[in-house]
Nanobody, 125 residues
Framework: QVQLVESGGGLVQPGGSLRLSCATS????????IGWFRQAPGKEREGVSC????????YYADSVKGRFTISRDNAKNTVYLQMNNLKPEDTAVYYC??????????????????WGQGTLVTVSE
């Protein structure tokens, strides 16, 4: 069974940084692409960034390119999303998800197999 547990959300001022963590198992990291998604109230879900399980190919939405970085630590079975220069429009619940697609496909897929419970990021003065 695939389990994904997010942490690291919180309140941050515009221009600040946060690092989100998605803890999972070694098996999940070996066999599934992992991605970060977000959903703000009244908006559609957006694929923010995804990282492939095999070749570590990454994908970023245009809205976060140059500000967010996805990475994985195999020793800790964790995928991170480092978020810098945060903006109020980054406010959302952030979820990590896993499925058997390449990174860009995962981030744009309408439905995915496995989801975490989400962590809230609020960017505000």
């Amino acid at each position: 069974q695939v389990q994904l547990v997010e942490s690291g959300g919180g309140l941050v001022q515009p221009g600040g940084s946060l690092r989100l963590s998605c803890a999972t198992s070694a098996h999940t990291l070996d066999y599934y692409t992992i991605g970060w998604f977000r959903q703000a109230p009244g908006k559609e879900r957006e694929g923010v960034s995804c990282i492939d399980s095999i070749d570590m190919t990454t994908y970023y939405a245009d809205s976060v390119k140059g500000r967010f970085t996805i990475s994985r630590d195999n020793a800790k079975n964790t995928v991170y999303l480092q978020m810098n220069n945060l903006k109020p429009e980054d406010t959302a619940v952030y979820y990590c998800a896993a499925d058997s697609y390449p990174a860009q496909t995962l981030c744009k897929a309408p439905q995915l197999e496995y989801w975490g419970q989400g962590t809230l990021v609020t960017v505000s003065e």
